[in-house]
Nanobody
Framework: QVQILESGGGLAQIGGSLRLSCEAS????LGWFRQAPGKEREFVSF????????YYTDSVKGRFTISRDRAQNTVYLQMNNLKAEDTAVYYC?????????????????WGQGTQVTVSS
């Protein structure tokens, strides 16, 4: 059974920063998605198994950085210059797709989520 544990969410001011962590029991492609109230879960970023390749949705490019520490089985999402529209529950997921995916349907396992709230 794949285990995923997210942490690092909280309250931040507009323009502030937060770092999310995702500890997984497997070394596969890991992705971050987010879900705001009343909206569907949307893709944010994913990183390859090697950590050499990363992809981002356009709205976070230049502000968010995904990275992984293979020794710690952990993927991080550094979020800078936060905006109010970044407010959501952030989920980490595992996909068996070697090339990664932007579709939540391709992710087989999810963590419990961590709340990120950005306000003025």
């Amino acid at each position: 059974q794949v285990q995923i544990l997210e942490s690092g969410g909280g309250l931040a001011q507009i323009g502030g920063s937060l770092r999310l962590s995702c500890e997984a029991s497997v070394q596969y492609v890991l992705g971050w998605f987010r879900q705001a109230p009343g909206k569907e879960r949307e893709f944010v970023s994913f990183i390859s198994e090697s950590g050499m390749t990363a992809y981002y949705t356009d709205s976070v490019k230049g502000r968010f950085t995904i990275s992984r520490d293979r020794a710690q089985n952990t993927v991080y999402l550094q979020m800078n210059n936060l905006k109010a529209e970044d407010t959501a529950v952030y989920y980490c997921g595992v996909t068996w797709s070697i090339l990664g995916s932007r579709s939540r349907d391709d992710y087989a396992y999810w963590g419990q989520g961590t709340q990120v709230t950005v306000s003025s």
